[in-house]
């Protein structure tokens, strides 16, 4: 069935990633979809690409004036208006877990009767998410690892490009020993091969690994990369006190930015850190040094939209499939659970 899909100029001043490309346009068009793209200047592919692709340029914003059946695809947060949402949205809503703004938002898709279609539940059968940011976001949380210990992080962190980052990280081994936790994982194969691109020959432990944790084995690393997607209370890997034990460790990234959640494993810090001041010192005496940005991804925008959208392109064929489906009870299920609880 053809349908009008309508790409959305995002609105945080800081994303410059999109989860369609212009060549993801051009199969969407040869399928027989109709494809809107808002201009935007900050997007890492230029508007004129979409263009020579074949899909209708509009103005950023004005999704709210598209026709009621088209869906409107973007990343991130909406804009708080219109206080109405009517049409499909497939965005990343965090909206589902009784975040701080989950109820105003499902509020505003209740009374226009619109739909959230949440990135982050797009899934097979199995419950294995088809589309996901994770292997940059470890890439670049190893790289600006390194790039701290070694005293040659630019700060504020801004965009970079994979050539370049790489050159950046480009040095002979030096025995810093790095450690991923959750190496298995999405996140954990990007941080594995971001250390490697520094040189670096990182331990990688997953479940089986952490099982009975060597605390001291783990402390006897310099750097450390939490990787590890916790969806349960569990032991920490670290606690405050570990800190002030014998320790190799300088620099503790945590990609999972769990801070705050009953789930935390590294409960050692209080708050996320960000672009502007990536790194938070714990301890000084030897200093250890904190990175929790929870949009690493961001940094290298062409590398990860490319991936992601590649992912999410079957799925944007085929916009009756099943996972839509399940994204689709998910969200009927976050509403009824809001105003029977809300
Ligand atoms: N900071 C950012 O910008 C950013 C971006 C994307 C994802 N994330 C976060 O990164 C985390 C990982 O995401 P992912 O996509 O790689 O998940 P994933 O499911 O692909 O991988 C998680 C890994 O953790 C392992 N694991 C689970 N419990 C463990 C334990 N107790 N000990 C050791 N290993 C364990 C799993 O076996 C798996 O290999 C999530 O919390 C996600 O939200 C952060």
């Known amino acids: 069935m053809s349908r009008q899909l309508w790409l959305r100029a995002e609105t945080r001043a800081s994303e410059r990633r999109a989860p369609i490309t212009p060549g993801g346009v051009a199969t969407l068009i040869a399928d027989g979809h109709t494809v809107t793209?808002?201009?935007?200047?900050?997007?890492?592919f230029p508007t004129d690409a979409y263009a020579e692709a074949g899909a209708t340029i509009a103005d950023a914003g004005s999704w709210v004036g598209a026709p009621a059946d088209a869906v409107i695809v973007g990343l991130k947060e909406l804009p708080d208006e219109p206080a109405e949402l009517r049409h499909r949205h497939v965005f990343f809503g965090h909206a589902f877990?009784?975040?701080?703004?989950?109820?105003?938002?499902?509020?505003r898709f209740a009374a226009g009767g619109g739909t959230l279609l949440d990135l982050e539940y797009l899934t097979d059968e199995g419950g294995r998410r088809l589309a996901a940011f994770g292997y940059w976001a470890g890439y670049v949380g190893a790289a600006v690892t390194v790039l701290l210990h070694r005293g040659q992080l630019d700060v504020p962190l801004r965009p970079t490009t994979r050539p370049e980052l790489d050159a950046r990280l480009a040095s002979t081994p030096d025995g810093t020993g790095a450690l991923v936790l959750g190496a298995l994982g999405r996140c954990g194969r990007g941080a594995t091969d971001g250390f490697r691109a520094a040189g670096l020959t990182p331990t990688r432990w997953d479940l089986a690994e952490t099982r009975d944790l060597d605390r001291a084995a783990l402390l006897d690393h310099e750097l450390l990369l939490n990787a590890v997607l916790?969806?349960?209370?569990?032991?920490?890997?670290?606690?405050?006190?570990?800190?002030?034990?014998?320790?190799r460790l300088a620099v503790v990234c945590d990609v999972t930015c769990d801070v705050g959640s009953p789930c935390n494993l590294l409960p050692i810090y209080d708050a996320v850190t960000s672009w502007e001041d990536p790194a938070d010192r714990l301890r000084t005496d030897p200093p250890l040094d904190l990175i929790a940005v929870d949009n690493l991804p961001s940094l290298l925008p062409e590398e990860s939209s490319v991936a992601f959208a590649e992912d999410l392109l079957p799925h944007l064929r085929d916009l009756d499939g099943g996972p839509w489906r399940r994204c689709a009870r998910l969200f009927t299920a976050a509403l009824d659970e809001e105003s029977t609880h809300g």
């Open 230 to 247: 916790a969806t349960e209370p569990g032991t920490p890997f670290l606690t405050p006190a570990d800190l002030d034990r014998p320790r």
């Open 37 to 44: 793209v808002e201009d935007s200047p900050r997007r890492v």
């Open 97 to 107: 877990k009784h975040q701080p703004d989950a109820a105003r938002l499902l509020g």
